[in-house]
């Protein structure tokens, strides 16, 4: 089992910065590909980006530009440094991994509780 933490979220006025980050925790295990999405209010769950293990990055359009996906595999622990923040990135933002037992070729797939990012104009 890995479980996934984020941190980072909060109250930041629009065209500030906030970076957040998800550490994973567990026995025996290694990453896989990990992403950030994101939830607003009465909208799905929409992807934000993504980052493979070998440092391959995907943003979805309306961030690109503006916000950086990494990952420190020393640390288990990906971030997303977010600039230029609009009022319209508000949402919870979730963390997402996939992961495997040593020794096992199965990737499961982990989710954070969420952490909640708020821009005010």
């Known amino acids: 089992q890995v479980q996934l933490v984020e941190s980072g979220g909060g109250l930041v006025q629009a065209g500030g910065s906030l970076r957040l980050s998800c550490a994973a925790s567990?026995?025996?295990?290694?990453?896989?590909?990990m992403g950030w999405y994101r939830q607003a209010p009465g909208k799905q769950r929409e992807l934000v980006a993504t980052?493979?293990?070998?440092?391959?990055?995907s943003y979805a359009d309306s961030v690109k530009g503006r916000f950086t996906i990494s990952r420190d595999d020393a640390k288990n622990t990906v971030y997303l440094q977010m600039n230029s923040l609009k009022p319209e990135d508000t949402a919870v933002y979730y963390c997402?991994?996939?992961?495997?037992?040593?020794?096992?070729?199965?990737?499961?797939?982990?989710w954070g509780q969420g952490t909640q990012v708020t821009v005010s104009s």
């Open positions: 567990g026995s025996s295990f290694r990453l896989n590909a």
């Open positions: 997402n991994a996939g992961a495997r037992r040593l020794g096992s070729p199965r990737v499961l797939d982990y």
């Open positions: 980052i493979t293990s070998a440092g391959t990055t």
